[in-house]
C-alpha cells in the first residue's frame, strides 16, 4: 500500500498551508514546503503570523 505524509502549517485561526506528499517526506521536501508556502504567510513581528515554530523532527534540521 502506498504511504502519504500530510505537511500542515497551523495558526490559532486555522491551517495557512497543506502538502501532502507520496512517501516519506525529506529535508529537502520540507525546506521546499517552507520556503514556498509557510514563508510567503509570514508577517514581521509583532503581527499576526510573525513567530514560525518547530517541533524537533530530524526533518527540521
Do not use: W
Amino acid at each position: 500500500s502506498k504511504r502519504y505524509t500530510l505537511l500542515p502549517a497551523l495558526t490559532e485561526q486555522g491551517i495557512i498551508a497543506v502538502d501532502i506528499i507520496e512517501g516519506s517526506c525529506t529535508k529537502q521536501r520540507f525546506k521546499e514546503f517552507v520556503v514556498s508556502q509557510v514563508l510567503p504567510q509570514m508577517n514581521l513581528f509583532p503581527s499576526k503570523n510573525s513567530v514560525l515554530v518547530f517541533n524537533n523532527a530530524k526533518i527540521h534540521h
